[in-house]
């Protein structure tokens, strides 16, 4: 299969007039059309909600998009929130699933009503010293341990991670949560990261769920809700088969048929924490092609680095690279695409068989719609690119003006580097 760019080169030409490369471009088509689909695929199940997780892609007008589809937002953070709040975003809407977490953040996400997701034992009492009390709505994080496989090879190792209670600890914490006054509880899990198949929802379907008629049958505790969580993938590589989210739902809907309803927990909610899923192949980075480079390999320099997008970088990452205007033009040049970071693992793409590149390219990276300017950095004093929408009538929209730098020299406040006045400060 081949990956199509959802932006032709005349737009493009179009959208540098008004906004420089490199930047972030989302196609709110996709989003919309995706969107839909995933309400479809859960639609039968009542109490059903995707809680969009914001880190993927932290934007406001992005969420608002979704909420259009009843979209709720997945919290990890403090600005996290405060955007959901800002948003309008309220109560039950909010899913707060964070780890490490410090006390204030506790307390934020308790006065604005989020559910609060617990991700370790230890957080029940600390949780009870932030805010005083325990919710009357609650949900714990499980970690199975070793290793959990889906299909075809597809495994993580929740044992290495961090995050998540045992088993044990798992139903301790729900006798202790109802015994301090909890009425309405949850279960989430996170397993296996970016899956490329239908089965994964499915499997952790099944655990979570034979799990639940086991606190049902041991604690008399009716779980509420059970949080899928993120991890449904997207095809980053052009041969890989995309998700269904239909056959994903419907697979998730054979298990709650099989365990759920026989056990008389038919009103159970599904609850989904996708981000990647939501988001990625419908987000590409545009940058141009600056400099050729000739020495042991050959490069292409673009004005874009791993600032404006770390996974390639950090994991190796691949990511599809499409030259604007040369879709079916042969890949008969080998390149490595490199960025301007002084570390050598700035690279989007090595040794990638591409058309030849001239300089003035327009390089459009896909799937960075989630994970990637999220992600961003001010490494080698870096500014992170502006983020566009393009519409559904063909016509773009600046989401996020680019840093600059009176941004990255805010944060300096006993000296305004920004006009050039160090001398005259009680710094020095
Ligand atoms: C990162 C994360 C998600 C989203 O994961 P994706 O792979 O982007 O779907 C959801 N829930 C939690 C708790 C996360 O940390």
């Known amino acids: 299969m081949s990956k199509t760019p959802f932006l032709t080169k005349e737009k493009a030409q179009e959208i540098i007039k008004e906004i420089p490369t490199p930047f972030h471009i989302y196609d ?13 695929a859960f639609s039968w199940n009542k109490g059903y909600r995707e809680y969009f997780a914001v880190k993927a892609t932290p934007n406001p007008f992005l969420i608002k ?45 308790d006065e604005i009503g989020a559910t609060i997701n617990l991700d370790d034992f230890t957080h029940i009492e600390f949780l009870e010293n932030a805010i005083g009390h325990i919710p009357e709505t609650i949900s714990c994080r499980f970690n199975p341990g070793g290793v959990y496989s889906v299909s075809n090879g597809i495994m993580d190792n929740p044992g290495d991670a961090k995050y998540g209670m045992t088993k044990e600890q798992l139903f301790e914490a729900y006798k202790i ?27 952790l379907a099944k655990t979570l769920f034979e799990l639940v008629v086991e606190i049902k049958e041991q604690l008399g505790i009716e779980i509420a809700f059970i949080n899928l969580s993120g991890g449904v993938g997207i095809p980053y590589q052009p041969d890989q088969e995309p998700n269904n989210i239909a056959v994903i739902g419907e697979g998730v809907h054979k298990v709650f048929d099989e365990i759920l309803v026989p056990a008389g927990l038919g009103d159970v909610a599904i609850y989904t924490e996708m981000g990647r899923f939501m ?39 691949y990511h599809h690279i499409s030259v604007l ?14 960025g301007s970071l002084c570390e050598n693992n700035d690279k989007f793409a090595i040794d990638r068989q591409l058309p030849e590149v001239e300089m003035g390219d327009l390089i459009y990276i896909h799937d960075a719609g989630a994970h990637g300017f999220a992600m961003g ?4 004093g870096k ?16 989401i996020r003006r680019a ?18 006045l160090v001398e005259d400060n009680d710094w020095k």
């Open 383 to 398: 500014l992170k690119s502006a983020e566009v929408l393009l519409k559904e009538d063909g016509s773009f929209e600046m």
């Open 279 to 317: 988001m990625g192949p419908y987000g590409a980075l545009v940058t141009t092609a600056i400099h050729e480079k000739h020495t042991y390999k050959e490069y292409i320099g673009v004005d874009a680095c791993a600032v404006n997008l770390m996974r390639p970088a950090m994991y190796g990452a």
């Open 325 to 338: 205007g040369k879709e079916n033009a042969p890949c008969d040049h080998t390149y490595d695409v490199t």
């Open 28 to 40: 709110e088509k996709g989003i919309r059309a995706n969107a839909q689909a995933v309400k479809d």
């Open 177 to 203: 949560l109802r015994d301090k006054g909890a009425k309405r509880f949850g279960l989430h899990a996170f397993l296996v990261s970016n899956t490329v198949t239908n089965d994964y929802y499915p499997t």
């Open 65 to 109: 998009i979704l909420r259009e589809y009843g979209c709720g937002t997945d919290c990890s953070s403090m600005t996290e929130l405060m955007m959901s709040k800002a948003l309008g975003i309220q109560g039950e809407e909010i899913m707060f699933s964070s780890n490490d977490t410090p006390a204030e953040e506790f307390k934020y996400a």
């Open 377 to 380: 950095y001010n490494y080698n």
């Open 403 to 420: 840093e600059q730098p009176k941004d990255y020299f805010a944060t300096f406040d006993c000296f305004d580097i920004y006009n050039g």
